[in-house]
């Protein structure tokens, strides 16, 4: 078993409620840690035994770039495809920032993490 991070992924989107957000966007920070078996990866040294970390991140990119009003359903989309596409993961935890969000005063963030654990 072992533990994948991927840390700070950036992106800037259009997610939210108000007009200002769907039209001017903002940027957001990605964070994923996903838990899974990595022995193979770790005897084979072989990256098609691996968890691609490579392709989680344009899993991600691809997510970021379809609208959403709320952060709760871009973790959820996020957390489908990286259990639909990886079947040796056995938990994902995602959290989606939004920086500087229009919330009527200074703030440096919000976030949304939802985790999730493979049912057998």
Do not use: W
Request: aromatic share 6%; proline share 3%.
């Amino acid at each position: 078993m072992g533990q994948i991070r991927l840390n700070d992924m950036e992106f800037y989107a259009y997610h939210g409620c108000l007009q200002e957000e769907q039209m001017n966007g903002n940027r957001f920070l990605v964070n994923i840690s996903m838990d899974g078996d990595m022995e193979k990866a770790s005897s084979s040294d072989e990256l098609h035994d691996a968890l691609n970390y490579a392709a989680v991140y344009e899993l991600v990119k691809e997510e970021m770039a379809i609208r959403s009003h709320l952060l709760e359903h871009l973790s959820r989309r996020i957390l489908d495809r990286l259990f639909d596409r990886f079947p040796q993961l056995n938990s994902a935890e995602v959290c989606v920032a939004k920086l500087n969000p229009p919330i009527g005063g200074p703030m440096r963030s919000v976030s949304v993490s939802q985790k999730r654990e493979r049912l057998t």
